[in-house]
């Protein structure tokens, strides 16, 4: 018998990084489809997916702004960076017979379809995981931010934040084996202690649109479904 899921719609925000492996850049098409497999499986539950990736494995902003380049470019170059994640994710998720579609904050045509909140609220209703591309489609924003704008358009029920490690711990665990891990902490708490699991913008957006973060490991195969079962390991970020 298959487990009724926690959440009837979730948007899943993955950093590019997360795509890259152990190549230090662009995309591990194995890792690709991993991450891919965890959505069908959550597809298979009845779970209405969104997307959205990052495109620091290709590019950021940041790194031409801090080279004395220009910023706007830079960041015109982070969202494409992320049109091309989200293309590698679609095939990935094709090949697998899941039924996936690409839309962009920025229009190309000839690429991807177009952001709109009702094409896309409609292909989430009609049973396709959707992969929001381009961001917010606004230079000096994040793809956190955009993943949270995104979560309040489709009415998620939750954003899902796949990070480097299980959940939202007092320091970073990777440098402190001491670090606590919270099974659950506000909103609040987390942008007073500075907690760095998502820029402030993007949670500052999900507090006052009452959504849920769950952060955790995007690197456990299978995470992902067993959390939407109701188990596995997470931190629950809520108010
Ligand atoms: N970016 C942007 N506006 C957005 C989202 C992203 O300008 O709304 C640019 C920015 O340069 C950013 C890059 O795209 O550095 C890649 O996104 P991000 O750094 O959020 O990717 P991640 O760290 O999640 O891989």
Redesign the pocket.
């Known amino acids: 018998m298959t487990a009724t899921p926690i959440y009837r719609r979730v948007l899943l925000?993955?950093?590019?990084?997360?795509l890259m492996g152990e190549q230090g850049f662009g995309i591990d098409v194995s890792v690709v489809d991993r991450i891919a497999g965890d959505i069908a499986e959550a597809r298979a539950l009845g779970v209405e997916v969104g997307v959205v990736?990052?495109?620091?494995?290709?590019?950021?902003?940041?790194?031409v702004a801090s080279k004395g380049g220009d910023r706007v470019t830079?960041?015109?170059?982070?969202?494409l960076?992320?049109v091309i994640n989200s293309l590698a994710l679609r095939t990935s998720l094709v090949k697998m017979g899941v039924d996936a579609v690409v839309l962009s904050?920025i229009a190309m045509p000839e690429i991807c379809e177009s952001f709109s909140q009702r094409q896309a609220t409609a292909y989430m209703d009609a049973g396709k995981v959707v992969i929001f591309a381009?961001?917010?489609?606004?230079?000096?924003?994040?793809?956190?931010?955009?993943a949270a704008l995104r979560a309040a358009e489709i009415g998620a029920n939750a954003l899902f934040k796949g990070t480097q490690v299980d959940g939202v711990y007092s320091e970073d665990p990777k440098k402190n084996r001491n670090a606590t891990r919270y099974d659950r902490i506000s909103h609040e708490d987390v942008l007073k202690r500075g907690l760095s699991i998502m820029d402030t913008a993007a949670i500052a957006l999900a507090r006052e649109n009452h959504i849920p973060i769950i952060v955790y490991s995007i690197h456990e195969k299978g995470g992902f479904g067993d959390i939407l079962k109701g188990k596995g390991h997470c931190t629950v970020v809520a108010d």
Do not use: C, L, Q, Y
């Open positions: 925000k993955a950093s590019g990084e997360a990736i990052g495109g620091g494995n290709i590019f950021r902003g940041v790194a830079g960041d015109h170059m982070g969202m960076a992320t904050a381009g961001g917010t489609g606004n230079p000096f924003f994040t793809t956190d931010s955009a």
